[in-house]
């Protein structure tokens, strides 16, 4: 069957599984709108984790410009309420290759992997955006989890371990994702769940990438940092959170 062979690594990565509690809130008919626009906010906020990355580390201007342009659209949807479906579509699209600067080593690699996930999420995005509608909810805007801050907090403050220690939280954030994904798509409706089952081995493949872009630039063993990520991150999915979102904890006293 398909998720036990790609959820295999996923879960031996996790520390914890998603706390069924979270699982029978997320099943709520009334929180669906939460889920999915909560979900739509994490597709653009992944594609703008892997942005911040390339323009710090290994985009030239040009390249710059060109990763900027590809978000936009999306950026101004989610959080201006400008353009629709419409407008959205086929936005995914690069029309040329970006290169690196010549002095990174680990650029164009960075890159290839990086603007993948991009297009990918922003394409998530999208189709998030197609069900929301279809499902006749409102789309509005929704404040973030403390899951990702609470793990950005134990970042390094110098180089390259800051660089180390953000891909290590790329992909948790990707694997937590993928985990939940196949958790959450046998209660949901049909269509729902089957296109979160669809996303399943992409989310994969970005945990991944993060991972083996972790371990190329350090060029050393880094089991250290993903144990106390691993730990961070369990922490942050088990203990109890006032607010139910897509990576919320455990679920107490929530609010909307």
């Known amino acids: 069957m398909y998720s036990k062979k790609l959820l295999e690594p996923i879960n031996n990565f996790l520390k914890c599984s998603t706390p069924e509690s979270w699982i029978e809130e997320a099943r709520k008919p009334e929180n669906l709108s939460v889920i999915l626009r909560d979900h739509l906010l994490c597709e653009l906020k992944a ?17 710059k410009e060109q990763i900027t342009q590809l978000v936009e ?29 010549k002095d990174c080593p680990y650029g164009q690699d960075m890159i ?23 499902q006749g909810l ?18 390094r403050t110098y180089e390259p371990e800051a660089l180390i220690d ?8 990707e694997a937590r994702s993928c985990e939940r ?24 493949r970005h945990y991944q990438d993060y991972l083996e872009l972790a371990e190329q630039i350090a060029g050393k063993d880094i089991s250290d940092r993903i144990e106390h990520f691993a730990n961070v991150e369990a922490e942050l999915i088990t203990s109890d959170d006032t607010e139910f979102r897509f990576h919320s904890g455990s679920p107490n006293l929530l609010t909307k």
């Open 47 to 63: 594609s703008q984790s892997a942005v911040f990355l390339l323009k710090r580390y290994v985009l030239t201007d040009e390249g």
């Open 73 to 101: 659209p999306y950026e101004l949807f989610a959080y201006k309420g400008m353009g629709s479906l419409e407008t959205l579509k086929g936005k995914s699209n690069i029309s040329k290759s970006i290169q690196s600067k």
């Open 112 to 134: 290839d992997k990086m603007v993948l996930l991009i297009r990918e999420e922003l394409h998530h995005f999208y189709q998030v955006l197609e069900i929301i509608e279809s």
């Open 138 to 155: 409102e789309y509005r805007p929704i404040t973030a989890s403390r899951y990702a801050k609470g793990m950005i907090k134990h970042v």
């Open 166 to 173: 953000k891909l290590i939280i790329g992909a948790f954030i």
């Open 181 to 204: 994904f196949a958790k959450l798509a046998p209660h949901l409706d049909e269509e729902i769940g089957k296109f979160y089952i669809s996303l399943l081995r992409s989310e994969a």
